[in-house]
């Protein structure tokens, strides 16, 4: 049973939940540091030179808006997400829950972040793995098939920590919740 503080009767929750709660923040922040810092990684260095039709054409990511939204995003949220653990730990003295709601307010702004980047990076991908007939854009993952496959990689790897952030978002909606207004 909780019990409650004398100066402003708010509940605490019993130690074991509160310690669960503050590991489970930490490590899925860390795992969502590291994937998006791996997705940004991959995606940073995929490159590819290959002659088609005759002529040497490179693929890169900085040639795609898109692609270069997609890094430099996975890197905001993976340097937004190393500062939210500094929250986090201090987040694990705070009683007020008005605090939490911040917290939640940080996850769901950066899964919104983390999902117009995957999304993008996912229809750009799509258009370069299938092309586009009724555009005339032609497929050219097959010319770039290690370019294609690491910007896959990177997609897939930011997917799952999209998912982790969600996740975070619940937990933290969760905690934010027993706010008295």
Same mark, same amino acid.
């Given at each position: 049973m909780a019990t409650t503080t004398p100066e402003k009767s708010l509940p605490i929750p019993p130690l074991k939940t509160h310690k669960l709660f503050f590991l489970s923040q930490i490590s899925l922040r860390l795992f969502a540091a590291a994937a998006t810092l791996a997705a940004a990684w991959i995606m940073l260095t995929a490159k590819q030179s290959s002659v088609v039709f005759g002529i040497q054409v490179d693929a890169r990511y900085s040639y795609s808006p898109t692609f270069k939204?997609?890094?430099?995003?996975?890197?905001? $949220?993976?340097?937004?997400t190393i500062l939210s653990l500094f929250f986090a730990y201090i987040g694990n003295k705070a009683v007020d829950p008005a605090y939490h709601f911040y917290i939640f307010l940080h996850d769901l702004m950066v899964t919104m972040l983390l999902m117009a980047a995957c999304a993008a990076a996912t229809a750009v991908g799509y258009v370069g793995k299938y092309g586009n007939s009724h555009a005339g854009w032609v497929a050219i993952c097959g010319y770039f098939g290690k370019f294609c496959h690491k910007a896959t990689a990177a997609?897939?790897?930011?997917?799952?920590?999209? $998912? $982790?952030?969600?996740i975070l978002t619940v937990l933290s909606a969760n905690k934010a919740r027993h706010i008295v207004v």
């Open positions: 939204f997609f890094a430099y995003t996975n890197l905001i $949220v993976c340097a937004l997609s897939s790897i930011s997917y799952l920590a999209l $998912v $982790v952030y969600l």
